[in-house]
């Protein structure tokens, strides 16, 4: 099990329906911006702690965007892993 600090940043996908225009980088604090062939827009990239990630779901809630998934694609490494 990988305990990690709350206040490190990791790298978050949060998937959502519908092609975005880029323009949408900017409300979403910069995150890289994909569109993906089954017609759903991922955002990624690092969110500083979990106070940032529930941010941005307020984000995607208060647009009105449906929100598919969101996911940690790179987990900090901690002191004690990898050892």
């Known amino acids: 099990m990988m305990i990690r600090n709350e206040h490190e940043p990791g790298h978050y996908e949060l998937r959502v329906e519908g092609h975005l ?16 062939s089954d017609g759903t827009t991922a955002f990624h990239g690092p969110v500083a702690d979990q106070a940032a990630l529930h941010s941005l779901l307020n984000k995607v809630r208060d ?21």
């Open 21 to 36: 225009d880029d323009h949408w980088v900017e409300w979403f604090e910069h995150l890289e911006l994909t569109r993906a």
């Open 63 to 83: 647009l009105g965007m449906v929100l598919i998934s969101v996911r940690m694609i790179s987990p900090p490494v901690g002191p004690d892993e990898g050892h």
